[in-house]
């Protein structure tokens, strides 16, 4: 199952949960979690009670019972319509937790008892500890590290990628996720998860939106609704001693109507839905963020932390070139590193044996085969063969090298250091070769940078986000690697723990910091960030440290996903805008309409020119609930982003919704009343 499949806005599913949904919300106990909309229940159940009893506030006026209905009735539909917002977004995500609750519903597991007998259990008997094995075909019921053997794994029901991938034990890819099958071989795999706690648990919690809570901005702009609400609800009382004083006859429903188009309905309406999809949106580019906090940080995010390889580069170093020191022929260069690659499964050693041969060659790996291999290791920073007849051959690190060759007497030629200076500058590694303490030259390494990566720094940079690369590299290596990628710092030689003194560097200047990681010496630099990513592949500890999983293992992803943060920050926003922007509209509307007949000069504001009070009336309250449903496609989807400065990003948000939410209600509102008025004549109101 992908996430990014495309897929139609609302299913038949979708849809009649969802109406269910906006009936359900109707609960006293639950709307009252919304205050704006708490709001225009209560004026709902005020106007059902009015219009059987409509003079019970001494209220006048021809039918007025049949308009304290229509008003009720509108009102109702405002309920529904808001609640069906957040019922769509929630009914999304549960679509996602069935497809995921298939993958995990009676998965059986095979447990290795102390005695080393085998026996058949639910994979929710499993414990964290457990050791079991699973075989080619079956499914990986729980989570866990692998222990023993090695096997292909078809990830696709939680990545959506087809293409297998190969996992063994030890290192930092021997983590293997419940509900992937394993291909081919067996595993023998040690439990790593609580009965229920699972990664596919997670999962379907959090995309059922269960673990969802408002996030500091959300909870932020719902004290700033209740605010405005409370405001407006003074400003509305104190309009009925001012009306009676000039003799303005105002009922109770119409007082109803013009507090909620005063409030702001419309963002207090969409808010809970336009989180939630934010949420989805990150799930549906297969990302998992533990919090909605998580993902709203991404779109504050100020710094990016990126590993060099397998984000900035392609991470597979490739034989391009043999440099020979002076005085030496080329073609024993390269013969001799071919003899020094041979047994080497690396991806360095693999392209030297290629580049050799291709360039001519003639090396076979039987003549070589009854010689010792000398292994590489992080000690010795070299590696080679002493072959059967006697002869000691090496490649390595330069300074290994040297050292190697010095301590047995060798000579170091004057120009490797500048052949090794300069296959760094130009973003290379590389690697000399020797024989019998004698260096020959130096095996010329490029890691690639990935396409298109130039464009996407220059694009966070234009909003503000500053990249810092961190590689284990020399400063050389780093620096050219860094001025090829376009970004804004590099931090060379990095340790892990020089990745946790950045991110603490830039956050105590106030900034918020992302990164992203696998292994398990990446799990505290992970944990310290304020937005975290750690790959699928990657290890049960960097995937608890961080608060996103990305389910591709693509660690470039991380600037998508900062994209899809700001898309977020930025929907919210521009909803708010317009929800406020649309008051201006209805106080136009409505106010004039009431007190022109005791205050003639008023009409000068009656700009729309509406038909009469109750026209004007129930044409804004139709209005303020027709804009919500109209909405909802906008606050799931999220408003386009675009990388630019904050002021201009403002001005654009104040010039489309700002300006649109004024002029579209004056359109809105005209239009209805032209729409409603016949009726309403008709019906003597």
Not at 164 to 171: F, H, I, L, N, R
Not at 474 to 482: E, K, V, W
């Amino acid at each position: 199952m992908s996430y990014r499949t495309k897929s139609k806005f609302i299913t038949h599913e979708i849809l009649w949960s969802s109406i269910k949904g906006a009936f359900v919300k109707l609960n006293p106990m639950y709307m009252i979690k919304n205050p704006v909309m708490f709001v225009v229940e209560v004026g709902f159940v005020v106007c059902v009670i009015l219009t059987f009893f409509p003079h019970i506030f001494n209220d006048e006026g021809s039918n007025l019972s049949l308009y304290n209905g229509i008003v009720a009735f509108v009102l109702f539909i405002t309920l529904l319509f808001a609640n069906f917002a957040e019922s769509v977004a929630e009914g999304r995500g549960k679509a996602q937790a069935e497809t995921l609750k298939k993958t995990k519903k009676d998965t059986k597991a095979r447990i290795i008892l102390e005695d080393d007998t085998e026996k058949i259990i639910s994979s929710n008997d499993l414990n964290k500890g457990d050791i079991i094995l699973v075989k080619a075909g079956e499914l990986i019921p729980s989570d866990g590290e692998i222990v023993e053997g090695i096997a292909s794994i078809d990830e696709s029901a939680i990545t959506g990628e087809s293409a297998p991938v190969t996992k063994e034990s030890g290192g930092d890819f021997a983590s293997v996720t419940g509900g992937t099958t394993v291909v081919s071989d067996w595993l023998k795999i040690e439990i790593t998860a609580e009965p229920g706690h699972s990664f596919l648990d997670k999962m379907i919690s959090l995309v059922e939106g269960a673990s969802r809570q408002k996030t500091p901005n959300e909870i932020a702009l719902n004290t700033l609704l209740v605010s405005l609400t409370i405001i407006f609800l003074i400003v509305i009382v104190t309009l009925y001693p001012m009306a009676s004083y000039l003799n303005v006859k105002i009922s109770i429903s119409t007082l109803i109507a013009l507090t909620v188009c005063l409030i702001p309905t419309t963002i207090g309406a969409l808010l809970s839905a336009i989180g939630i999809a934010g949420m989805d949106r990150v799930t549906r580019f297969n990302v998992i963020a533990m919090s909605g906090k998580a993902v709203e940080a991404c779109g504050d995010v100020d710094t990016m932390i990126l590993d060099k390889t397998g984000t900035i580069t392609y991470g597979n170093r490739l034989a391009s070139d043999f440099i020979p020191v002076d005085n030496v022929d080329k073609k024993e260069l390269i013969d001799v590193a071919c003899i020094a690659s041979l047994d080497d499964e690396t991806p360095e050693g693999k392209s030297t044996v290629k580049l050799a041969r291709n360039l001519g060659s003639k090396i076979k790996n039987e003549d070589y085969q009854d010689g010792q291999l000398i292994e590489f290791t992080a000690a010795s920073k070299m590696s080679g063969i002493d072959t059967s007849d006697g002869h000691k051959i090496r490649k390595g690190a330069g300074d290994a090298i040297i050292k190697y060759v010095k301590e047995n007497n060798g000579s170091v030629p004057k120009d490797l250091s500048q052949k090794v200076d300069q296959i760094s500058q130009l973003g290379g590694t590389p690697l000399v070769v020797c024989i019998d303490y004698k260096i020959l030259g130096v095996i010329y390494l490029k890691d690639t940078v990935k396409p298109g990566l130039v464009e996407r720094f220059e694009r966070l940079r234009k909003i503000g986000i500053k990249t810092i690369m961190c590689t284990g590299d020399n400063p050389l290596t780093a620096a050219t690697i860094a001025a090829e990628a376009g970004v804004d710092g590099y931090i060379a030689e990095c340790k892990p723990e020089d990745k946790i003194e950045a991110i603490k560097k830039e956050q105590n200047e106030g900034k918020l910091v992302a990164m992203t990681g696998d292994g398990t010496n990446d799990a505290p630099a992970l944990a310290q960030a304020d937005v975290g990513i750690a790959m699928n592949s990657g290890t049960s500890a960097a995937k608890e440290a961080a608060n996103m999983v990305d389910l591709d293992s693509d660690p470039t992803k991380i600037l998508e996903v900062v994209e899809i943060g700001k898309q977020l920050l930025i929907t919210r926003g521009s909803l708010t805008t317009f929800s406020i922007a649309n008051d201006i509209a209805k106080y136009f509307a409505i106010i004039p309409a009431i007190f022109t007949v005791a205050i003639p000069q008023m009409n000068v504001l009656n700009i729309m020119r509406l038909s009469s009070p109750s026209s004007a009336v129930l044409s804004a309250l139709i209005f303020n609930a027709v804009i919500i449903p109209c909405l909802i496609p906008l606050a799931m989807k999220g408003v386009k982003y675009k990388p630019m400065s904050a002021s201009r990003m403002l001005g654009r948000n104040m010039l489309i919704y700002g300006l649109g939410g004024v002029i579209c209600p004056f359109l809105g509102i005209k239009t209805i009343d032209v729409i409603i008025s016949p009726l309403l004549s008709l019906l003597g109101l």
